[in-house]
Nanobody
Framework: QVQLVESGGGLVQAGDSLRLSCAAS????????MAWFRQAPGKERDFVAAINWKGGSTDYADSVKGRFTISRDNAKNTVHLQMNSLKPEDTAVYYC?????????????????WGQGTQVTVSS
């Protein structure tokens, strides 16, 4: 059973940067696409970014394109989300997830394993 643990969240000001990390244990993530989702207060959980198993293909939500970068280190069983130029609307709990298949996707139902989330708060 794969366990995912996110870290790196915190309280920052608009325009600041944060780097989130997701560490996997109990199983491998190296052969699977990984993604970040986020859930703002009172809203549904939304797709943020995804990366294929090799790291050569990525996908981003329009709202974060050009500001966020997803990356992975399969040797260390970790995935990262570099977030630059943060905005108050980026405030949310951020979750990492491992896909259930080998296909890169943005839909939540495709992801079988989820972390507990890390809070990101951006003040104006």
């Amino acid at each position: 059973q794969v366990q995912l643990v996110e870290s790196g969240g915190g309280l920052v000001q608009a325009g600041d940067s944060l780097r989130l990390s997701c560490a996997a244990s109990g199983g491998t993530i190296s052969n699977y696409p990984m993604a970040w989702f986020r859930q703002a207060p009172g809203k549904e959980r939304d797709f943020v970014a995804a990366i294929n198993w090799k790291g050569g293909s990525t996908d981003y939500a329009d709202s974060v394109k050009g500001r966020f970068t997803i990356s992975r280190d399969n040797a260390k069983n970790t995935v990262h989300l570099q977030m630059n130029s943060l905005k108050p609307e980026d405030t949310a709990v951020y979750y990492c997830a491992r896909h259930r298949t080998l296909l890169l996707g943005t839909a939540q139902y495709g992801y079988a394993y989820w972390g507990q989330g890390t809070q990101v708060t951006v003040s104006s």
